[in-house]
């Protein structure tokens, strides 16, 4: 009951990043669902509905991490000490923002059912009743098992993620080199992304000429690009941190050394946002550089809308939680005599820097992704 208490008192703009995870959520599971409509339809061909299925992961994920974001950032957590002092403790406020979560993620759930059904034809006397219900296996019956266990599927892994992201970690139990701010995840990143590339391009020997994004696709290409793309997320970080030495390096002046200094102390909170980011981009433009205007259709423009969307939006609220830490240093360095001019200039080296470090690579990564399948 405290949980729905905070969640109808919030602030607007908590209000608002609720509604953008629960929005985000319904996309997710209308994909979900779009898949098992495909599979309905097409019961002898498994493989590309499994493709289908394994497609949703990437906008899953992109929900979960939006999700973590803005429980991170949700009211209780801001309000520690007052619900500390009501007996709370740290787990009591992993517990609220897990259910503050599932609240969220089961409003969008029930929405993309909602729509869904409305789509198929099945809820009539509204407009555009039945309007997709060819591309929705209307002429099927849905399986009630498996559409609750797809709709309930980002619910679960959202607030489990949550659960995990907010449990009190003693500072002893943390890693030694991420108490150092050693970026370790460089070498995994570089490590996936060359086994996705390898794992591609055995797999693409076996694919016809031609073929789509979906039907004859190898499920192996399809698991080297899931590769390729954790990779780059876990090259945020990395980068991030990259960014801010660079910055501090070699007698630094002040709007550098503020700058660098930012993105060390963020490297490990605004890092995977700006790695997910990177995917997105990197699964754009390999996707436009593969299939172009071929690839537009309804569920690919829902699909990419939910992950584009996502990322912004992950970015937008970390990067917000982080300059309300940063207010009291902000107002420190104004009282200091330090001009509006110069706070702006560090905040765009802060974006510039990170951008040109990973746009060289996105674009690399790219052009290797595409070799085995156009070459």
Request: aromatic residues 4%; glycine residues 14%.
């Amino acid at each position: 009951m405290l949980a729905l208490r905070l969640i109808r008192g919030a602030r607007p703009t908590a209000q608002l990043r609720r509604l953008l995870v629960a929005l985000a959520a319904g996309g997710v599971g209308f994909l979900l669902l779009g898949a098992l409509g495909y599979a309905l339809d097409h019961p002898g061909d498994p493989g590309p509905a499994l493709v289908r299925l394994l497609w949703c992961l990437i906008p899953l994920a992109a929900v979960v991490q939006l999700a973590v974001a803005v429980a991170r950032r949700d009211p209780g957590a801001e309000q520690r000490t007052g619900l500390d002092a009501a007996g709370l403790g740290p787990t009591g406020l992993a517990r609220l923002a897990a259910v503050s979560t599932a609240v969220s993620m089961l409003l969008g759930s029930a929405l993309a059912l909602l729509v869904f059904l409305h789509l198929r034809g099945d809820v009539a006397g509204l407009p555009f009743d039945g309007s997709a219900g060819d591309g929705l296996a209307a002429r099927r019956g849905l399986p009630v098992p498996a559409t609750l266990t797809l709709l309930l599927l980002p619910p679960t892994a959202a607030v489990v993620a949550t659960a995990r992201a907010l449990r009190p970690t003693p500072p002893a139990a943390r890693p030694e080199a991420e108490r150092r701010g050693i970026p370790v995840t460089l070498p995994w990143a570089a490590a996936l992304v060359a086994t996705g590339l390898t794992v591609e391009g055995y797999a693409a020997r076996d694919l016809p000429g031609g073929a789509g994004p979906a039907e004859g696709m190898a499920t192996g290409v399809l698991a080297g690009w899931l590769l390729i793309a954790a990779g780059l997320v876990l090259a945020g970080p990395a980068a991030t941190e990259l960014a801010g030495r660079l910055l501090t390096a070699w007698r630094p002046g002040a709007v550098r050394l503020l700058a660098g200094r930012v993105l060390l102390a963020d490297a490990g909170r605004l890092g995977g946002p700006v790695g997910v980011l990177t995917a997105v981009a990197w699964s754009a433009l390999t996707a436009a550089l593969l299939y172009g205007a071929e690839l537009l259709g309804p569920f690919t423009v829902l699909g990419a809308a939910v992950v584009v969307g996502c990322a912004v939006g992950t970015v937008w609220v970390t990067a917000g939680r982080g300059r309300e830490e940063r207010a009291t240093t902000s107002d420190g360095l104004r009282d200091l005599g330090a001009s509006v001019g110069l706070l702006r200039r560090a905040a765009a080296l802060r974006v510039a820097v990170p951008a040109l470090l990973l746009l060289p690579v996105v674009l690399a990564v790219a052009q290797l992704a595409t070799l085995p399948l156009t070459g």
